[in-house]
């Protein structure tokens, strides 16, 4: 039988990484909030790496102490050009020392996060956590409402649309976007290695793309884990699919020069043809998009649910300066400040992503020439490095803060 029909001050439709964070950021601001989705975690050997900013935002919400037993810390990230560029392309290291960090970042698997934050959003008394799968949106004059398949209604002042790439939402509420492909497929997999790690990620560039590896946490019969993006053509990741798992882990060993000795899979494989999508608009009539249902790119440099967590945190500030002011919380100018608060980040990860990744699948010399030169003048230049880790790891920080040794 359907749930009977509810009322709440917000409703999120799609219970990914996005929409439950997004739920419980919201609840502890003090709203109502429901969050519906299909509460299936990403497997496929995925996990996310999230930066220095996006865990200042998950204390701030009080959800990081919730997190840590799941959570790899991450103290350097090593660069290590294997494009065979006719320019020498010198190798780079950030370290989290070097910006007075003991940590940039931590990795956790998909299929960790999404359970534990569901268990959050379960036990937050303002979260109404439901399954259901959002089927249309009906408009009144001052609330809108969702209908689900299941016949289910839920009445909101705002559609929160965190529902992925595909979303229904954004859909119903007619707002457009533009996709496009790129010719790689990335393969996942967690690994088990024969040497540690030393909670460094390290990240090879080839001509198909990156090949990253990023410390996870050890398991009993496994002592040193780490998880694999690895952007490949799409001819290479059907040969890789038909391989036995040993084999497999023999052809990742090598591509990553043995740097972690012998490897064998720790998890299934997942393989994500790569894509880029981004929406006319990242509002509609009382619906804000945020998250995957607002932008996606290739993996690369990890900036997906980075970008999602600042997504979240400007929502959470213009419906909260909203409230404040007496305001429809659900209202243009609430949305209208969202947007404009969100375009420049959002554009300008998209454009550097694409940028970086078609920079690496050129062999002509200019370009070649050009992420030389850059990758010279962050190895010896050390406020720009510094400067460049801190636009990774941080990027809303003021930016006169940047460090002034060399
Ligand atoms: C290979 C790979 C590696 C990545 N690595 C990183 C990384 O290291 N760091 C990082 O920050 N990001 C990374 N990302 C991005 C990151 O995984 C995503 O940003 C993250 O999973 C959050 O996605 P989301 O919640 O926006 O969308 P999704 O995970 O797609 O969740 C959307 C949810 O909405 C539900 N849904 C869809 N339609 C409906 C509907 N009609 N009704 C109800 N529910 C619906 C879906 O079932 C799903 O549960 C990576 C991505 C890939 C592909």
Not at 40 to 64: D, H, I, P, Y
Not at 190 to 211: K, N, Q
Request: glycine share 8%; hydrophobic share 45%; net charge neutral.
């Amino acid at each position: 039988m359907a749930e009977p029909d509810i009322t709440v001050d917000i409703l999120v439709v799609g219970a990914g990484a996005a929409g439950l964070s997004a739920a419980l950021a919201l609840a502890n601001s003090g709203y109502n909030v429901a969050a519906v989705g299909a509460l299936e975690a990403a497997g496929n050997g995925r996990t996310v790496a999230l930066f220095e900013g996006s865990l200042r935002f998950l204390r701030a919400q009080k959800l990081w102490p919730h997190l840590t037993d799941i959570a790899a810390k991450i103290v350097a990230i090593e660069l290590i050009d294997a494009t065979n560029a006719p320019v020498p392309i010198p190798n780079l290291t950030f370290a989290a020392e070097e910006v007075g960090l003991q940590a940039l970042g931590a990795n956790i698997e998909n299929n960790k996060l999404v359970p534990r934050l569901a268990d959050l959003a379960r036990q937050n008394p303002n979260i109404h956590l439901t399954q259901e799968w959002l089927d249309d949106i009906v408009y009144g004059e001052d609330a809108i409402s969702a209908v689900f398949t299941s016949g289910h209604r839920i009445n909101a002042k705002l559609i929160v649309a965190a529902d992925g790439q595909r979303s229904t939402a954004r859909k119903k509420a007619g707002i457009g976007t533009r996709r496009w492909t790129y010719p790689q497929v990335a393969l996942t997999a967690l690994l088990a290695h024969e040497l540690p790690h030393h909670d460094r990620s390290i990240e090879f560039h080839t001509r198909s793309g990156p090949c990253t590896l990023v410390p996870l946490l050890p398991r009993a019969e496994a002592p040193h884990r780490s998880s694999l993006v690895w952007l490949m053509s799409a001819v290479e990741a059907e040969r890789r699919k038909a391989l036995a798992p040993a084999a497999l882990a023999d052809e990742i060993a090598s591509e990553v020069e043995e740097i972690f000795g012998t490897m064998r899979l720790d998890s299934d494989v997942g393989f994500f043809p790569m894509a880029g999508m981004r929406v006319a608009r990242l509002t509609g009539r009382r619906i804000a998009l945020l998250g995957e249902a607002a932008h996606a790119f290739p993996p690369l440099a990890a900036q997906g649910l980075n970008l999602s967590l600042r997504d979240i945190a400007a929502l959470v500030t213009c419906v909260d300066a909203a409230r404040g002011a007496g305001q429809d919380i659900g209202g243009a100018p609430a949305l209208r400040r969202y947007a404009e608060a969100r375009e420049p980040d959002i554009d300008i990860r998209i454009r550097g992503i694409d940028l970086l990744n078609r920079s690496m699948l050129t062999d002509f010399l200019p370009v070649d020439l050009a992420r030389g030169l850059g990758f010279f003048a962050m190895s010896a230049i050390g406020p720009l490095r510094r400067a460049a880790l801190l636009e990774g790891i941080l990027p809303d920080r003021p930016h006169h803060a940047s460090t002034s040794r060399s």
